[in-house]
């Protein structure tokens, strides 16, 4: 069985910064297509960004482009999501997901966290 565990949230003040951590305990972690979703309150979850086994990144918000980045560590079977010039509207609970290789909708990721919050204060 997947098990992925976030961690690194919690409450942060806008412009400053986190890393968010999420242990992935699978076997064939270095295969995976790791990806981050958060879901702000009232709002549907949402694709920040995601890394293939070759490291190949992808963003899928224009608003966290320079500011996030997400990268993985194939020897710790973790996937890091560093936050920079915090902004308030980033306030959400932050889920990572995994798949095997060329999954690409959030649908069809199989394997979920169960989220870290970061609350966002102004």
């Known amino acids: 069985q997947v098990q992925l565990v976030e961690s690194g949230g919690v409450l942060f003040q806008a412009g400053g910064s986190l890393r968010l951590a999420c242990a992935v305990f699978?076997?064939?972690?270095?295969?995976?297509?790791l990806v981050w979703l958060p879901h702000a309150p009232g709002k549907e979850r949402d694709f920040v960004s995601a890394?293939?086994?070759?490291?190949?990144?992808?963003y899928g918000l224009d608003s966290v482009k320079g500011r996030f980045t997400i990268s993985r560590d194939n020897a710790k079977n973790v996937v890091y999501l560093q936050m920079n010039s915090l902004k308030p509207e980033d306030t959400a609970v932050y889920y990572c997901?995994?798949?095997?290789?060329?999954?690409?909708?959030?649908?069809?990721?199989?394997?979920w966290g169960q989220g870290t919050r970061v609350i966002v204060s102004s």
């Open positions: 997901a995994a798949g095997p290789p060329g999954t690409s909708r959030e649908v069809d990721f199989p394997s």
């Open positions: 699978l076997l064939t972690f270095d295969t995976h297509v």
């Open positions: 890394i293939s086994r070759s490291g190949e990144i992808s």
